[in-house]
């Protein structure tokens, strides 16, 4: 059992570049998100997707799309990168988001540098 | 708006007791988590509380009060590998999490 995995782990762009991180998960759990996270800030979530085929915003979704086109999988794509997107970007998923008491499982990360 | 507090850096002794306080203020409330962050890595579960009281897990215990907005995880017998840092967040009335900036826990030997 992998949990949640992430790649790339690593990734340098140039302002303008595009990129797509893909997200992982075999528990079978119908709920992922992506977060970024940035010093002095809490996560904040970009997108989250309720089930295969279903993409929903979060609190900052702009400059970022979605897709879930499979289960077990959920990509976050930069069209345009820009600066401002240089953040950690962390992947979860949980059974029900409905279910209060779920808890949120995470991937490793992947650290985003965009110059 | 919607906001978690909580202290952005604390230092404590191995062996000893901390005491690590977060307060918030969101929409609705539907529970309040406690993560664990080492540094480089992803969060991960340590405890969840909906009801007021005290919930005690080995060495953690997390408490919360619903009428003062307010939890606090406490850490027992802290060891090196405690250093981390300790994310609070809460499951507005939308099931959305609000995420504190987390604590930075400095154990010193």
């Known amino acids: 059992n992998a949990g949640v995995t992430q790649t790339p782990k690593f990734r340098v762009l140039k302002t303008g570049q595009s990129m797509t991180l893909l997200c992982a998960q075999d528990?079978?759990?119908?709920?992922m998100y992506w977060y970024r996270q940035d010093p002095g800030m809490g996560l904040r979530l970009i997108h989250y997707?309720?089930?295969?085929?279903?993409?929903a915003k979060g609190e900052v979704p702009d400059g970022y799309n979605v897709s879930r086109l499979k289960k077990q999988n959920f990509l976050l794509g930069l069209e345009s990168a820009a600066p401002s997107q240089t953040s950690v970007y962390f992947c979860?998923?949980?059974?029900?988001?409905?279910?209060?008491?779920?808890?949120?499982?995470f991937g490793p990360g992947t650290r985003l540098l965009v110059l | 708006g919607q906001n978690i507090d909580q202290p952005t850096e604390m230092t404590a002794t191995e062996g000893a007791i901390v005491q690590i306080n977060c307060t918030y203020q969101t929409s609705g409330f539907n529970g309040l988590f406690w993560y664990q962050q080492h540094a480089g890595e992803a969060p991960t579960f340590l405890s969840y509380n909906v009801l007021d009281g005290l919930e005690e897990k080995g060495r953690f215990s997390s408490f919360l009060s619903r009428s003062k907005g307010y939890s606090y995880l406490l850490l027992k017998e802290l060891q090196m590998k405690d250093s981390a840092s300790y994310l609070c967040?809460?499951?507005?009335?939308?099931?959305?999490?609000?995420w504190g900036a987390g604590t930075k826990l400095i154990i010193k030997p």
């Open positions: 967040a809460v499951l507005d009335s939308n099931y959305q999490l609000i």
């Open positions: 979860a998923s949980s059974v029900d988001r409905g279910r209060s008491q779920e808890t949120q499982y």
């Open positions: 528990m079978n759990h119908e709920y």
């Open positions: 997707s309720v089930g295969e085929g279903t993409t």
